[in-house]
């Protein structure tokens, strides 16, 4: 067995980026930019009012103005405006040549056809926009690893981009191993319990971005095992295989991760729970074994799967770690770090119920782990202790 920081420090040296593709900006949302992107224009295109008014030349504005024209937004008039006139304008809309000043139209008054300006405090470029203002032609419009946000996504559009290279999201296979396993809604034989892992780990990938996921259900024996899993590496980068890899008689995870030409990093690190995880891969796949019991799944996901997606899409991890006092004595044994479910506020974390790896109950009732150290004993409430939060 090897310890969570080893464990951790061997997948980060695994998992690598997905080579960047280019794809349409919506499809792009949420994942990061793979180069840097220049502007294939100005922005704005041509000298712009903020706000509707009247354009100006500015040594006209203490002479009563003849109205010439108006400029409306999308206008596509090349006009000049000659000294003693104003145009009326709207918010958005190109100036006339020659303008360089816009006026509030609450600070004008209009008589006998003529413009009267009242704004003592105009001054010459107020209430537009210049050609470039955002952004230059040819300049970097937004750097290389930019998180594609709404607003993001937005500004690429206003440049008129319509794609952009990304780093991929990975498609995800989810392999069921247990014949004891049913499906919710099924009846529910002796000897079987409901499925509810490949759910769960569905919303949590889709929390991380992850949309492509398929499931496969593989009865525990070798062959079958090894038959889905060749079809998992086949279409998919990341492979999460649930149950099978402990020691029993029926557990063919490992054995058929290695049949299948996956390289074994790691089996087993010292935690609890998920004591039996495994880490392999294969060329530029990425396969990860989680134990069976929901609880393990879940905790082993947020610890290892949800930071190896992290480095896939070059994104930093979202799990925050801070530091609290324990509120409640907890018995321990030196030798494993334990993940506890808990919660935490105002810099206290409280362990709860049912910590046993099987049971979920309180896992949803956890907004983060309390993460025990594997060299410390007993703890004692008003211990300082690490907090993982959760992204709920």
């Known amino acids: 067995m090897i310890s969570v920081n080893e464990a951790k420090k061997i997948i980060q040296q695994i998992v690598q980026s997905l080579q960047p593709e280019r794809l349409p900006l919506q499809e792009a949302a949420g994942l990061v930019l793979a180069e ?7 922005i704005p295109a041509f000298e712009q009012s903020s706000m509707d008014g ?3 030349r500015f040594v006209d504005r203490e002479s009563p103005l003849f109205i010439a024209g108006e400029m409306a937004a999308g206008t596509a008039n090349h006009v000049e405006l000659q000294p003693g006139q104003a145009f009326r304008i709207f918010t958005g809309a190109p100036l006339p040549a020659g303008a360089d000043t816009v006026v509030m139209q609450e600070k004008v008054r209009v008589e006998a056809g003529k413009l009267i300006i009242e704004d003592l405090q105009l001054q010459q470029g107020h209430n537009m926009r210049h050609k470039g203002a955002e952004v230059y032609q040819g300049t970097v ?8 946000s709404a607003a993001a996504i937005g500004f690429l559009a206003g440049i008129g981009l319509t794609h952009v290279p990304v780093f991929p999201q990975p498609s995800v296979s ?5 014949n004891e396993l049913q499906q919710p809604g099924l009846p529910l034989e002796f000897g079987q319990v409901y499925e ?3 759910v769960m780990l569905r919303i949590a990938l889709q929390k991380a971005g992850i949309q492509r996921v398929q499931v496969f259900r593989a009865a525990d024996e070798l062959q079958v095992l090894e038959d889905v899993l060749n079809v998992a590496l086949e279409s998919s980068e990341l492979i999460l295989l649930t149950g099978g ?15 299948c030409g996956v390289v074994r990093h790691f089996h087993k690190i010292k935690q609890k729970p998920g004591k039996p995880l495994f880490f392999g891969s294969k060329a530029d796949k990425i396969i990860f074994g989680l134990p069976g019991n929901p609880s393990s799944v879940l905790t ?17 991890e979202c799990i925050e770690e801070v530091s609290a006092t324990l509120t409640h004595d907890y018995p321990k044994t030196p030798g494993l770090t334990h993940f506890l479910k808990g919660r935490y506020a105002n810099g206290k974390a409280t362990p709860l119920h049912a910590q046993e790896s099987f049971r979920l109950h309180s896992f949803a009732q956890a907004d983060c782990f309390i993460v025990l150290e594997e060299a ?8 300082p202790v690490k907090v993982h939060l959760l992204p709920l």
């Open 196 to 198: 509810a892992n490949s």
């Open 36 to 42: 840097d992107i220049y502007a294939p224009i100005d």
């Open 141 to 148: 419009a937004m750097p290389e690893n930019t998180h594609l």
């Open 300 to 316: 082993c996901f947020y610890e290892y799967v949800l930071p190896a997606i992290e480095a896939m899409l070059i994104k930093p």
């Open 54 to 56: 009247y354009a100006i």
């Open 376 to 383: 410390h004993g007993d703890y004692k409430a008003g211990d």
């Open 174 to 178: 989810i392999i069921l191993t247990g």
């Open 245 to 259: 890899v402990s020691v029993g008689d029926y557990d063919f995870v490992v054995q058929a991760s290695e049949n």
